[in-house]
């Protein structure tokens, strides 16, 4: 079992929809949690970073943890077509113990429909 | 400001031969990283560091070396290329984990390598 899942996609919805992304992960280590967005052939640029459960929202995005489900999602509001990308989500341990990097769901490929 | 520069951003090698690819950070970031992206696979960490003259192996380290002796620049050699290492690279950085609240990874552009 990879340490973070997350489901490939592709998912399609119409302009307008509320998007939901979602990871899960089997490392209680990890402590701190990121949303990546990547559009073809650049590279991936970090949109949400959370470190405790609950929620944290920012325009039209928000990130939601639950460290006792090792569940992690990401939502979006008024999906617009410049939200096609692929989603990654990523996981880092915790500062203690001097290991570092990122590790990595496979990304989502999001298509929103005009 | 340029954030992460990574050169060259497209090569292409002959199985056996050795290069080096190229990062540099303006931030004053203390931590760097280098991942490769497949399809499929999505991004795997190969090495990272955490400070100058401080560096360690991730997930897929073998055929790769790298080493730290500036806080700007850390370079990512491959020692004899093979037809498995073709691949994206991206080069990261980031603030250390006690130093500051953003702890995301600044990701460079990438570089698109080929080995033939």
């Known amino acids: 079992q990879k340490e973070v899942e997350q489901d490939p996609g592709p998912l399609s919805v119409p302009e307008g929809a509320i998007v939901s992304l979602n990871c899960t992960y089997s490392n209680s280590a990890f402590q701190y949690f990121m949303w990546y967005r990547q559009y073809s052939r650049k590279g991936p640029e970090l949109l949400m970073y959370?470190?405790?459960?609950g929620n944290k929202e920012d325009g039209r995005f928000t990130a939601q943890v639950d460290k006792s489900s090792k569940y992690i999602s990401l939502f979006i509001r008024d999906s617009q077509p410049s939200d096609s990308a692929t989603y990654l989500c990523?996981?880092?341990?915790?500062?203690?113990?001097?290991?570092?990097?990122?590790?990595f769901g496979k990304g989502t490929h999001l298509i929103i429909q005009p | 400001n340029a954030g992460v520069t990574q050169t060259p951003k497209f090569q292409v090698l002959k199985t056996g031969q050795s290069m080096t690819l190229q990062c540099a950070q303006d931030?004053?970031?203390?931590?760097m990283s280098w991942y490769r992206q497949d399809p499929g696979m999505g991004l795997r960490l190969i090495h990272y560091s955490v400070g100058a003259g401080i560096t360690d192996q991730g997930e897929v380290p073998n055929g790769y070396n790298v080493s730290r002796s500036t806080t700007e620049d850390f370079p990512l050699r491959l020692l004899s290329a093979a037809p498995s290492q073709t691949s994206v690279y991206f080069c990261?950085?980031?603030?250390?984990?006690?130093?500051?609240?953003?702890?995301?990874?600044?990701f460079g552009s990438g570089t698109r390598l080929t080995v033939v």
């Open positions: 959370t470190y405790s459960s």
């Open positions: 931030m004053n970031h203390e931590y």
């Open positions: 990261a950085s980031s603030y250390s984990l006690t130093s500051v609240s953003n702890y995301g990874y600044t």
């Open positions: 990523a996981m880092r341990l915790s500062s203690g113990g001097g290991a570092d990097g990122l590790t």
